[in-house]
């Protein structure tokens, strides 16, 4: 049994530190948000008042954090001369599962290894559903040894364990997943629309579209129609899941992401343009959708 301190407990980050409790791990937790303490304490963890309280004494240290700044702001931001990787001890590992650029995980790893402490990025994919059925896929950048180190934390959250590469790998790999997602939930919406509009039913096209070439991970398994499928985001007006202001938020770092390589990224770019619109309120002016699951971009399609 390890000491986690877990820092972060969205729709994410608490699924994924319960999982840490129930695999037998003492977890202490730090969130701003205090309903989101006590469904921790429910679960058998503690929680701490601060974040350097949560990392105190700690095998491991897991943040799960909205953006880059969050994590510049949580592990670089300078309390009393020092900041928080100096409170970390050397031998802890430091796992930074949030979804952030490239080079900001670069920088802070940088300023973990000056402190000779060892970190890895580690951004998931798999949504609250698979954050809460523990089966999240990780994409980890860092030294293969602190991986290994590591892979008993991942594998009591998740399904699959990936490593990416060095520092930052991580972040690309999920900024490359994320820009592929999000063409294939705006095609697949495109594709049913378009057969609704002419006559058929969503469910049939569905099926057919899932035996066939035009099968992938947005049909199969998080179909964007609502009632087509059952226990997914569109059959319960498009609440929980993944939001259209994160997906925004990622295409936005794929699109920066291309251009610091100078590769073009045509698909990526379009997908972003859409769920802008959407965010927006579509050609139609509806209320900001930036909260709706990502699969609403249906809506789009069929208004």
Known sequence: MARIGFIGLGNMGGPMAINLIKAGHDVVAFDLVEAALERVRAAGGRSAASAREAVLDANFVVSMLPAGRHVESLYLQ????????????????????????????????????????????????????GAEA???????????????????????????????????????????????????????????????????????????MKQSSGGNWALNVYNPYPGVMDGVPASRDYSGGFQVDLMIKDLTLAMEGAAASGQSTPMGALARSLYVLHKNGGALGHDDAGGLDFSSIQKLFSS
């Open 78 to 129: 300078q309390e009393n001369n020092a900041c928080l990787l100096d409170e970390i001890a050397p031998e802890t590992v430091i796992i930074d599962c949030s979804t952030i650029a490239a080079e900001t995980a670069r920088k802070v790893a940088a300023a973990a290894r000056e402190r000779t402490r060892r970190m890895l990025d580690a951004p998931v994919s798999g949504g609250v559903g």
């Open 134 to 208: 523990g089966t999240l896929t990780f994409m980890i950048g860092g030294d293969a040894e602190v991986v290994e180190a590591a892979r008993p934390v991942f594998e009591a959250m998740g399904r699959n364990v990936f490593h990416a590469g060095d520092a930052g790998a991580g972040q690309v790999a999920k900024m490359c997943n994320n820009m592929l997602l999000a063409v294939l939930m705006t095609g697949t919406a495109e594709a049913i629309a378009l057969g609704v509009a002419n006559g058929l039913d969503p469910s049939v096209l569905s099926d057919i």
